[in-house]
């Protein structure tokens, strides 16, 4: 099984260029550089006030069905089914996602529309919460990687050296990968240049997804090295497939784990460095600034929560709770 980001996603990147492209010939670079520092804000943002939105997530009345919903998934089925299953309940949820947020294109940019816009977007983006901690997250107690994780460790005797060395399902992760999406003649470029450039040679997407009005901070940092290493993984998955009895049982669960994380792997550049990035901080940035010029604090307060993804405060900031 092999990963491309187009064929374990449903919004691909063909989809995106068009709408890049159309969105591109709108923003300056200045407003794509707001965009792109939101988005790193936002990141940040979200680490350093933690307990505030782990308790968000936690209370909201979305995120709480969907965890059910995917928790009984993978209780009341074969492991097998209820991978193929989830799968088809992402896809749903990511489709719906893709299409509310794309109505920042066709709706008037006014603060009438725009609430009605962020009330309506509450219920799939937080229905997308819960697939943030169950898929894309190890931070809660259930994932929907548990029960392949323990059956693959259980055939490996609990040998967790071994199990650790093919988790990476012979992929490179996001975060790694943003390090080779530009070659040398991008760095020690000034923001101004960065953001101009993109816009220029209309690099909107990747077809690993990732959209590179979003590597600026990660071009200025020290390179990683060694962070993944194709050629160690082929030779670990062989060994383990050698010293097995059982391997066409290995076989069938390793298949089911690569197909998750790659379905996660393309989520995870869907969210965090594609195209549901851009277009949520566009959002952002287009009624963040009509809220400014009316009143500064709703506007920043608004800012937090939406770049923090704390759907359910954002509506109750834009209506008063009505």
Known sequence: MEYLYDSFFPVTTTHIHGKMTDLFQRLTPSQLEWIADNREYG???RYRVKNEVDDSLKSATYVCEERVKIEKLFTDNELETAVALYQDLL???IKELNNQYEKIFSIQHDLHNLRKYWVDLERISDLDNAHAMYLSSNNWEFSVFNDVIDKLSILLNNDYSKL???LCAGVEDVRSSLYSTFDKTWTGLTKKEFFGR???NHDYIRQN???PCFAYITLQAPKLTNVFNKGKYIVSLSEIKQGLKDKDSFKKLFNLYCKL???RLAYDTYEYFGYYSLVRHYA?????TLLINDDVKTANDFK???STYQFARIKNILTGGK
């Open 261 to 263: 994380y790659y379905m």
């Open 164 to 166: 650790n060395s093919i």
């Open 304 to 306: 937090h929560f939406a």
């Open 209 to 211: 997804g990732i959209c």
């Open 91 to 93: 896809y749903e949820r």
């Open 198 to 200: 993109i816009i220029s």
């Open 284 to 288: 952002i940035f287009i009624t963040y």
């Open 43 to 45: 990141e940040k943002e």
